[in-house]
Each structure stands twice: as structure tokens, then as C-alpha cells.
């Protein structure tokens, strides 16, 4: 028989606050949803390993559910299901509620959806030393020497001179080639492996192998370089000078896999921020709402959303504002009454590397959704930094839903930081707050999430949406 609790210990258990684990705490059903819906999110990861992709995604997915292409001037009524396509590298999907959006404002979830990648460069084709090379430039915040070694898919499109845009997508099949960025060898790499981390690899030195067979003419000079080029051409019609309107992108390829005996884990390339992205646009199609509700899924995060795909662009303003006139409604008045979860993701603590976080205020894995209210670097520079009248509002809004979620900051204050797109939404006077899924090793060619934190997340969006 279990010792009765002593009254300090019932009045401790009914004020203190403790995480808690959302696998330890899930019906039977619950963990049987969660990692059933983790499965539509794994063929997510490996469709839409770039911006572009993952935009094609979310049209597909917004069609098959009756959504239809949205563009400045059309007519909007009370239960259309629109979608706006940015240059076909963000994307904005929503539905125009019942509800007074000068009253009731518009509920709006914005992730994004690029990743830390090698971008080629525009003139990057070059041999050397009986091997064929693209010089790369590295895009967004990376460890570079995480990106020596591994199998690398080619991603994207090249607009040709005759103005035809091709896509270009190779290494994600089977049968495939891969390409590679080499490293040094040990025996040789005394000098290298004394240098600072960031020293490791230069940037200049992520040149990716893309061949290595001669041209069969003893009159070329450049035989590789030409069996490269001549593949280009009979596959996709390029010629050298088209790389100058080009965008492509090394990304890992490596698909989404379960990680753990118990397969609680998923270890992909690009969690951070498609493990936020996808609860968004499921969530928007699996609510019922009286709201108009938008999902934003933009570019250029990594680089400080930049851009007029980025966040920063006016083009999302402009969305909504249009949206307003369509109902007759003060675009002023409803951003003052308009919610929004920036949802982007967070440091899980890691005890391998526990002396960067203070682990009283750290996202735990497995423990749910985490809620940032600031983010920022050192004294929340850069930082949105909800008030508490809206972090409350939101709590109350999960907790009303039986949602599992938890709260934390970005390591210790000193040891870093970072931001999201929240503060670009707070400046047209939203109420804004960070939400998003917990990640190990962030920005990793290949990063960890516990399939219970994916699915607390999208029990959050639809709470919210609600």
C-alpha cells in the first residue's frame, strides 16, 4: 500500500509547476495518433527538402482539399478557401471566416519553410586534377565541416536563355547519383584539425564533386568539365552560361527515418522549420472555426528574411490588407485585434552539451510544443518579447484544449541566441509569440524531433485556430 502523502506534499503537487513527458501522460489512442501522423510529416520532409518544394507541397495538399489560387483583385466571401502563391517560393493559405475581423481579428501562423543548404554559384563549373567541381556558397547559419563526407542531392531550377524554366532534382531516388563535398584525410589533417572549429573547412573549400570522366576527344582541354557540360545539355537543354539564372542547392540525401528502438524520434534534413510548417497547413485544414485564418509559409528566415519572399517584404501586408477590403473591414483595426503564432523552432536541451543551457529553462524533448516568449540574442536583442497578456491568453487557450506544451528559452543568456519572424508581425501591431518544436542539433545536416512534440504541435495550431 502507497505511503499517503504528507499535506506539504499535496499542496506542492497542486502549486508547482514540472514538464511534463506527453508520451508518459498519452492515452493509448493518443500515442497511436502520434506516430501515425508523424507519417504523413515524414513524406513532407522528403518531398520539400527546398523552399520551392515545399511550396508545391502546399498547393497540392491546399487543392486536394478545395483551395483555389488566390490573386489581388478577386472576390472574396465568407468561407473561400484561397491560396497565394509569392514567386513561387512562399506561400500564404487561408479561409475567410464569419467572424468580425475588426472585432475578432484574423488568427495567423507563419513558418518557414527554407533551410540551411550549399547554394551554387553562378558561374561554378570548373576541373581540376582529373575531377569535375561546382563552387558552392553556403546559405544560412551552418557548421561547414558537417557538410564534408555526406551524400548531397542536387535541388532546384535553372532558367535557361530562351527564358524555359527546368527543374533540376537529383540524387533523392535510388538508382540516382549523389554528389559529394570532400574532406582531408587524418594522416594528413594535423594542421587542419588544430584550427578553430570554424576553421576546419573554409567556405571557399565546399566544392562539390560532380564527375569525373574524360570527354572522349583528345582535342579538348577541359574533357571532364565538357562530359558534365554535355550531360547538362542532352538532359535538360543547359548550356554553361545558364548557370548565371540559376537556383540550385546541395541539400543531404538522406531521407526521414525513425530513430530508437522504440522509433519515437525522427532524424531528417530540414526539421527546422518544416516540423513547424506542416502542423500549420494540417492543422488550417483540419479546423473548425468561425475565424478567418491564415498560414504563412515564407522564405528567407535564414538569412534574416530578406527579400521579397522573405517576411520582411510588404507582400504579406498587402495580402491581408486585401483580404480586409474584400470584407469592407479597417486593415488597422483587425491587425490590432489579430493573433499570431510565429512558429519557428527551439533548442531542446541536450545533455552531451549541457553547460550552453540553463536547464531550468530549457524545451525538454518529448515534453510538448514550446512557447518562446522572447527570443533575441544575450539582453533579447532582436527580440519580439510577448507580453504576458497575450502568453496568458494563448495558455489558456491550450490548456482549454488539453494541449501538452511547455515554455523555454534559447540556452543560457550569455551563450547565444536567435530570432524568428515574430518581430517583423509584432511591428504591424499583432500580438505575437514564438511556438515551435524542440530540435537537436539544430541546423545539422540531419536534425532530431520526438514525434510527441510534432503532434503536440499541431494540437496547438488547431487550439489556436479554434
Given at each position: 500500500?502507497?505511503?499517503?502523502?504528507?499535506?506539504?506534499?499535496?499542496?506542492?503537487?497542486?502549486?508547482?509547476?514540472?514538464?511534463?513527458?506527453?508520451?508518459?501522460?498519452?492515452?493509448?489512442?493518443?500515442?497511436?495518433?502520434?506516430?501515425?501522423?508523424?507519417e504523413g510529416y515524414k513524406v513532407f520532409l522528403d518531398e520539400a527538402k527546398t523552399e520551392r518544394e515545399a511550396c508545391e507541397f502546399a498547393v497540392?495538399?491546399?487543392?486536394?482539399?478545395?483551395?483555389?489560387?488566390?490573386?489581388?483583385?478577386?472576390?472574396?466571401?465568407?468561407?473561400?478557401?484561397?491560396?497565394?502563391?509569392?514567386?513561387?517560393?512562399?506561400?500564404?493559405?487561408?479561409?475567410?471566416?464569419?467572424?468580425?475581423?475588426?472585432?475578432?481579428?484574423?488568427?495567423?501562423?507563419?513558418?518557414?519553410?527554407?533551410?540551411?543548404?550549399?547554394?551554387?554559384?553562378?558561374?561554378?563549373?570548373?576541373?581540376?586534377?582529373?575531377?569535375?567541381?561546382?563552387?558552392?556558397?553556403?546559405?544560412?547559419?551552418?557548421?561547414?565541416?558537417?557538410?564534408?563526407?555526406?551524400?548531397?542531392?542536387?535541388?532546384?531550377?535553372?532558367?535557361?536563355?530562351?527564358?524555359?524554366?527546368?527543374?533540376?532534382?537529383?540524387?533523392?531516388?535510388?538508382?540516382?547519383?549523389?554528389?559529394?563535398?570532400?574532406?582531408?584525410?587524418?594522416?594528413?589533417?594535423?594542421?587542419?584539425?588544430?584550427?578553430?572549429?570554424?576553421?576546419?573547412?573554409?567556405?571557399?573549400?565546399?566544392?562539390?564533386?560532380?564527375?569525373?570522366?574524360?570527354?572522349?576527344?583528345?582535342?579538348?582541354?577541359?574533357?571532364?568539365?565538357?562530359?558534365?557540360?554535355?550531360?547538362?545539355?542532352?538532359?535538360?537543354?543547359?548550356?554553361?552560361?545558364?548557370?548565371?539564372?540559376?537556383?540550385?542547392?546541395?541539400?543531404?540525401?538522406?531521407?526521414?527515418?525513425?530513430?530508437?528502438?522504440?522509433?519515437?524520434?525522427?532524424?531528417?534534413?530540414?526539421?527546422?522549420?518544416?516540423?513547424?510548417?506542416?502542423?500549420?497547413?494540417?492543422?488550417?485544414?483540419?479546423?473548425?472555426?468561425?475565424?478567418?485564418?491564415?498560414?504563412?509559409?515564407?522564405?528567407?528566415?535564414?538569412?534574416?528574411?530578406?527579400?521579397?519572399?522573405?517576411?520582411?517584404?510588404?507582400?504579406?501586408?498587402?495580402?491581408?490588407?486585401?483580404?480586409?477590403?474584400?470584407?469592407?473591414?479597417?486593415?488597422?483595426?483587425?491587425?490590432?485585434?489579430?493573433?499570431?503564432?510565429?512558429?519557428?523552432?527551439?533548442a531542446a536541451y541536450d545533455p552531451n552539451f549541457a553547460s550552453v543551457y540553463e536547464r531550468m529553462n530549457s524545451a525538454m524533448v518529448s515534453c510538448?510544443?514550446?512557447?518562446?516568449?522572447?527570443?533575441?540574442?544575450?539582453?533579447?536583442?532582436?527580440?519580439?518579447?510577448?507580453?504576458?497578456?497575450?502568453?496568458?491568453?494563448?495558455?489558456?487557450?491550450?490548456?482549454?484544449?488539453?494541449?501538452?506544451?511547455?515554455?523555454?528559452?534559447?540556452?543560457?543568456?550569455?551563450?547565444?541566441?536567435?530570432?524568428?519572424?515574430?518581430?517583423?508581425?509584432?511591428?504591424?501591431?499583432?500580438?505575437?509569440?514564438?511556438?515551435?518544436?524542440?530540435?537537436?542539433?539544430?541546423?545539422?545536416?540531419?536534425?532530431?524531433?520526438?514525434?510527441?512534440?510534432?503532434?503536440?504541435?499541431?494540437?496547438?495550431?488547431?487550439?489556436?485556430?479554434?
Amino acid at each position: 500500500m502507497a505511503d499517503k502523502k504528507s499535506k506539504g506534499q499535496e499542496r506542492y503537487d497542486e502549486l508547482a509547476y514540472e514538464k511534463k513527458n506527453y508520451f508518459e501522460i498519452a492515452s493509448k489512442s493518443e500515442r497511436k495518433e502520434m506516430f501515425s501522423y508523424a507519417e504523413g510529416y515524414k513524406v513532407f520532409l522528403d518531398e520539400a527538402k527546398t523552399e520551392r518544394e515545399a511550396c508545391e507541397f502546399a498547393v497540392k495538399a491546399a487543392k486536394e482539399k478545395g483551395f483555389s489560387e488566390f490573386h489581388f483583385g478577386d472576390e472574396l466571401h465568407v468561407g473561400d478557401k484561397k491560396y497565394f502563391v509569392n514567386r513561387g517560393k512562399s506561400v500564404v493559405v487561408f479561409r475567410v471566416g464569419s467572424k468580425d475581423m475588426e472585432k475578432y481579428g484574423m488568427r495567423i501562423i507563419a513558418s518557414h519553410v527554407d533551410a540551411p543548404r550549399i547554394d551554387i554559384k553562378q558561374n561554378p563549373l570548373y576541373e581540376e586534377a582529373g575531377l569535375c567541381f561546382f563552387k558552392t556558397h553556403y546559405y544560412g547559419g551552418i557548421k561547414k565541416y558537417q557538410w564534408t563526407a555526406i551524400p548531397l542531392a542536387l535541388h532546384g531550377v535553372v532558367v535557361r536563355k530562351d527564358g524555359e524554366k527546368v527543374k533540376i532534382r537529383i540524387g533523392e531516388k535510388a538508382k540516382d547519383p549523389v554528389f559529394y563535398i570532400d574532406d582531408l584525410l587524418p594522416h594528413l589533417g594535423g594542421e587542419q584539425m588544430s584550427a578553430a572549429a570554424n576553421k576546419l573547412i573554409e567556405g571557399e573549400q565546399l566544392n562539390l564533386v560532380v564527375g569525373g570522366l574524360p570527354y572522349p576527344d583528345d582535342k579538348v582541354s577541359k574533357k571532364i568539365k565538357l562530359t558534365v557540360l554535355n550531360y547538362l545539355y542532352e538532359e535538360y537543354g543547359m548550356r554553361e552560361e545558364d548557370f548565371l539564372s540559376a537556383e540550385l542547392s546541395a541539400v543531404p540525401a538522406y531521407s526521414a527515418r525513425d530513430v530508437g528502438f522504440d522509433r519515437s524520434l525522427i532524424g531528417a534534413y530540414g526539421h527546422d522549420d518544416r516540423v513547424c510548417a506542416y502542423p500549420a497547413l494540417t492543422a488550417l485544414f483540419d479546423c473548425e472555426t468561425e475565424h478567418t485564418v491564415l498560414v504563412m509559409l515564407v522564405d528567407k528566415e535564414e538569412i534574416g528574411s530578406e527579400g521579397n519572399t522573405g517576411m520582411q517584404s510588404k507582400i504579406y501586408e498587402d495580402l491581408m490588407e486585401e483580404i480586409c477590403q474584400a470584407q469592407c473591414a479597417s486593415f488597422r483595426k483587425v491587425r490590432y485585434a489579430s493573433k499570431c503564432l510565429s512558429s519557428d523552432v527551439t533548442a531542446a536541451y541536450d545533455p552531451n552539451f549541457a553547460s550552453v543551457y540553463e536547464r531550468m529553462n530549457s524545451a525538454m524533448v518529448s515534453c510538448g510544443t514550446c512557447m518562446s516568449k522572447f527570443t533575441g540574442a544575450r539582453g533579447k536583442s532582436g527580440s519580439n518579447d510577448a507580453n504576458a497578456e497575450f502568453v496568458g491568453e494563448v495558455r489558456r487557450m491550450f490548456d482549454a484544449e488539453g494541449v501538452v506544451w511547455q515554455t523555454a528559452e534559447l540556452g543560457k543568456v550569455d551563450a547565444g541566441g536567435g530570432g524568428t519572424v515574430a518581430k517583423f508581425l509584432a511591428k504591424l501591431n499583432i500580438d505575437t509569440v514564438d511556438l515551435g518544436v524542440p530540435v537537436i542539433s539544430m541546423h545539422a545536416p540531419w536534425e532530431l524531433i520526438s514525434k510527441a512534440d510534432l503532434y503536440s504541435n499541431y494540437r496547438a495550431f488547431l487550439a489556436f485556430l479554434k
